[in-house]
Structures are given as structure tokens and as C-alpha cells.
């Protein structure tokens, strides 16, 4: 190693040679958190909040669904009822058409 490359003499040379792989660093790390860290942690956020809204809009749908489907269920029990009703009107025309 040539001997102008890393010649410290004095406490005075080392302090100000920590100083500036100090100051080098912080700003690395500064520009780094900038660069990266920051975008990723809002991507993140966003990312969650989209995630809550699609829970939001899943658990009306289903919701949603699930009263249209009981409504048809409904229906369908009624329409079921009808049915037997008029089964037994048509069986009690029958009857006393037969007898009459």
C-alpha cells in the first residue's frame, strides 16, 4: 500500500477520518430509507388498505347474497305451499265432481 493512501498520524487524522465514513454512512442510510424504505413501507400501507376494502366489499356482497338467497329460499317454500294447496283444491274438485 502506497504510503500517501491511509496515513493517520494524529488523534486529530483519526477523528476527522471517522467523521467522514460517519457523515458518508449517515447519508447512505438516509438516501437508502429514502429510496427504498419509504416506498416500500407506503406500498405496504396502500396495499392494506386495499386489502380492507376488499374484506369490506366481500362481506357486503356476501351479505347482500345471502339475503337474495333467503328470499329465494322464501320463495321457494311459498311457491311449495301454493303447490299443495292447490293440489288438495284440485283433489277436493275431483272428489265432488265424481260424487256429484
Same mark, same amino acid.
Given at each position: 500500500?502506497?504510503?500517501?493512501?491511509?496515513?493517520?498520524?494524529?488523534?486529530?487524522?483519526?477523528?476527522?477520518?471517522?467523521?467522514?465514513?460517519?457523515?458518508?454512512?449517515?447519508?447512505?442510510?438516509?438516501?437508502?430509507?429514502?429510496? $427504498?424504505? #419509504?416506498?416500500?413501507? *407506503?406500498?405496504?400501507?396502500?396495499?392494506?388498505?386495499?386489502?380492507?376494502? =376488499?374484506? %369490506?366489499?366481500?362481506?357486503?356482497?356476501?351479505?347482500?347474497?345471502?339475503?337474495?338467497?333467503?328470499?329465494?329460499?322464501?320463495? $321457494?317454500? #311459498?311457491?311449495?305451499? *301454493?303447490?299443495?294447496?292447490?293440489?288438495?283444491?284440485?283433489?277436493?274438485? =275431483?272428489? %265432488?265432481?265424481?260424487?256429484?
Amino acid at each position: 500500500m502506497p504510503p500517501h493512501f491511509m496515513i493517520i498520524n494524529t488523534i486529530e487524522d483519526a477523528a476527522s477520518a471517522i467523521s467522514i465514513v460517519v457523515a458518508i454512512g449517515t447519508a447512505l442510510v438516509w438516501v437508502f430509507n429514502r429510496l $427504498v424504505i #419509504k416506498p416500500l413501507s *407506503d406500498s405496504m400501507d396502500r396495499l392494506s388498505s386495499e386489502i380492507k376494502d =376488499f374484506k %369490506n366489499d366481500s362481506k357486503f356482497e356476501h351479505d347482500e347474497f345471502r339475503r337474495h338467497f333467503e328470499e329465494l329460499d322464501d320463495n $321457494v317454500h #311459498k311457491h311449495d305451499e *301454493d303447490i299443495v294447496s292447490i293440489k288438495e283444491q284440485i283433489h277436493t274438485l =275431483f272428489s %265432488n265432481n265424481r260424487g256429484g
